[in-house]
């Protein structure tokens, strides 16, 4: 059976790739969706490779078996001569296969090999969930200085859906000051502070989760839900700071509503 352990394990991760990315839309929780098609074929691939290395290893366990069968055809012959010593060797080779045979380990590896199916095997069945307040609250509170410039104009009516990584930058580094006055809607998860603050809080990504960064607003006027909550907040925003200052960011808000809502299917806005 050990010959057939990494066909099983490439099977395994190919299963889990193509459960997140074909029969799912779990992969958002690490990927961008434009990767999607990248990742079904990978899948594919490895399901794939998994047949033909199970096809390749039953082929030489039939080789082997036959060149076994083969072997103790000659031996019988051997014995039935003069050569009394031929028999006494066939029984020391029968004697060294047998002390082979209980190896734990052969041309296939050894049996602790089969412990590498259980992360994939966990990755098939229990899918790691996006990344959440904890991610967020380890990033350093240094931000890249973008400068301060004009952002267009926002859509007319209030309220206005932003994304908290447009929120953000407006908020930080717009010196038209377009926020001013406007009604804004902004959704995310909830994190929080040592200082009793609370944010609503959403990680930005260019190409996966490896890369992500956090965006979010301070929320003042209503009480916080619980850390990882996902809420839906309107209200507008109060300037703080000068701009492009680090007393300006994370931009606030005073919220009049909140509402909770379900996660997204893809939790992070694309940075």
């Given at each position: 059976m050990r010959r057939y352990g990494p066909a099983v394990l490439l099977a395994l991760v190919g299963a889990a790739i193509l459960r997140v990315s074909l029969f799912s839309e779990l992969y958002l929780r690490y990927v961008q969706a434009g990767l999607r098609p990248y990742l079904v074929v990978s899948g594919a691939a490895l399901v794939l490779l998994a047949v033909a290395v199970a096809g390749v290893a039953r082929g030489a366990a039939v080789h082997e078996a036959e060149g076994h069968e083969g072997g103790d055809g000659d031996?019988?012959?051997?014995?039935?001569?003069?050569?009394?010593?031929?028999?006494?060797?066939?029984?020391?080779?029968?004697?060294?296969?047998?002390?082979?045979?209980?190896?734990?380990?052969g041309p296939a590896g050894p049996r602790v090999a089969w412990f590498l199916t259980l992360p994939a095997l966990a990755l098939l069945l229990f899918p790691p969930p996006a990344l959440g307040s904890y991610s967020a609250e380890r990033e350093a509170a240094q931000r890249a200085a973008q400068g301060v410039g004009t952002f267009p104009d926002l859509p007319s009516g209030n309220p206005v859906d932003l994304t908290l990584g447009e929120f953000g930058s407006?908020?930080?580094?717009?010196?038209?000051?377009?926020?001013?006055?406007?009604?804004?809607?902004?959704?995310?998860?909830?994190?929080?502070?040592?200082?009793?603050?609370?944010?609503?809080?959403?990680?930005?990504?260019?190409?996966?989760?490896?890369?992500?960064?956090?965006?979010?607003?301070?929320?003042?006027g209503v009480e916080a839900p619980p850390v990882d909550t996902w809420v839906t907040v309107t209200g507008m925003w109060h300037p703080e700071g000068e701009l492009g200052s680090t007393e300006a960011w994370p931009p606030v808000v005073d919220v009049t509503s909140l509402r909770r809502v379900r996660q997204p299917d893809n939790p992070y806005e694309k940075r």
């Open positions: 031996g019988h012959e051997g014995g039935d001569g003069d050569g009394g010593g031929d028999g006494h060797e066939g029984a020391g080779d029968h004697a060294g296969h047998s002390h082979s045979d209980t190896h734990s380990h407006r908020a930080v580094y717009d010196s038209g000051r377009s926020l001013k006055g406007r009604t804004v809607r902004l959704t995310g998860f909830v994190t929080r502070d040592g200082d009793g603050a609370w944010y609503v809080t959403r990680l930005l990504v260019s190409c996966c989760a490896a890369d992500a960064t956090t965006a979010k607003a301070e929320v003042r």
